[in-house]
T-cell receptor
Framework: GAGVSQSPSNKVTEKGKDVELRCDPI?????LYWYRQRLGQGLEFLIY????????KSGLPSDRFSAERTGESVSTLTIQRTQQEDSAVYLC???????????FGPGTRLTVL | QKEVEQNSGPLSVPEGAIASLNCTYSDRGSQSFFWYRQYSGKSPELIMS????GDKEDGRFTAQLNKASQYVSLLIRDSQPSDSATYLCAGPNGAGSYQLTFGKGTKLSVIP
């Protein structure tokens, strides 16, 4: 079946603008994760959704970052008042319940000018 | 926060050789580990999962888990230039956790 999809693939924005990134997980996957990867760096956990449970927001770097998920489907990551240090690839991953394997989408490359 | 440590490399091996990638972890209770391959400019791709002590083979790849030593490795036999990528090791962020802690990755270059 289809893998994790993300949109847009690339986003260029001006400092101070808000951006919204979208993730469609693999159908049937109950868990969804957002990560950030700066150029040449490792993966940085942002937020985790599991079914209808309250999300784990412990990785969000500031209150400018927020995310929502509708049931067990689409998730959106919103960054308000973007800063240049927000420039990175934002990766979404999903996981089938009772399994620990995470499958990544292609990512959204965000550039803040 | 549980830790997963990898040598960042770069690790260079000649084509046809065995590449050995290593990872250590801090949480003795962790039961499962994963190896991801990440080509430059691409997202991580899951290539191996290992859930029990010992070896697991899949084609040219062998994952090894040694819980007593808290050590995970990935062997790539008959390395090909197409194996050149960054390899990420990941393990649970605590026993029973569904969050993964990722190592920073080891960059592998296979020289033709």
């Amino acid at each position: 079946g289809a893998g994790v999809s993300q949109s847009p693939s690339n986003k260029v924005t001006e400092k101070g603008k808000d951006v919204e990134l979208r993730c469609d997980p693999i159908s049937g996957h109950t868990a969804l994760y957002w990560y950030r990867q700066r150029l040449g760096q490792g993966l940085e956990f942002l937020i985790y959704f599991q079914g209808n449970s309250a999300p784990d927001k412990s990785g969000l770097p500031s209150d400018r970052f927020s995310a929502e998920r509708t049931g067990e489907s689409v998730s959106t990551l919103t960054i308000q008042r973007t800063q240049q240090e927000d420039s990175a690839v934002y990766l979404c991953a999903s996981r089938l319940d009772m399994d620990n394997e995470q499958f990544f989408g292609p990512g959204t490359r965000l550039t803040v000018l | 926060q549980k830790e997963v440590e990898q040598n960042s490399g770069p690790l260079s091996v000649p084509e046809g050789a065995i590449a050995s990638l290593n990872c250590t972890y801090s949480d003795r209770g962790s039961q499962s580990f994963f190896w991801y391959r990440q080509y430059s400019g691409k997202s991580p791709e899951l290539i191996m999962s290992i859930y029990s002590n010992g070896d697991k083979e899949d084609g040219r790849f062998t994952a090894q888990l040694n819980k007593a030593s808290q050590y995970v490795s990935l062997l790539i036999r008959d390395s090909q230039p197409s194996d050149s990528a960054t390899y990420l090791c990941a393990g649970p962020n605590g026993a029973g956790s569904y969050q993964l802690t990722f190592g920073k990755g080891t960059k592998l270059s296979v020289i033709p």
